[in-house]
């Protein structure tokens, strides 16, 4: 995701490991098709970048965690 106007910033990013799609059904809504994708995953991460009053860039926050080890990377 970014924020709107100026130089785009990535202010939030999520990384996932050993990713494997559970399920995938289509959904049909009159003339609308789109999909519902399910995934399952060993280990996900979080980075949120910090945004200064400008837009620009002022820190980044990460957390992850492994699900198999149930424990916080």
Do not use: W
């Not at 980075?47 to 424990?71: C, H, K, M, V």
């Amino acid at each position: 995701m970014r924020k709107a106007g100026g130089v785009p910033v990535d202010f939030l990013k999520i990384t996932v490991r050993n990713v494997i799609i559970t399920s995938v059904e289509p959904i049909i809504v009159g003339a609308s098709y789109c999909e519902h994708v399910g995934l399952s995953f060993s280990r996900v991460q979080q980075e949120y970048t910090l945004q200064n009053p400008r837009g620009g860039n002022a820190g980044t926050i990460a957390a992850s965690f492994d699900i198999n080890e149930n424990a916080e990377r």
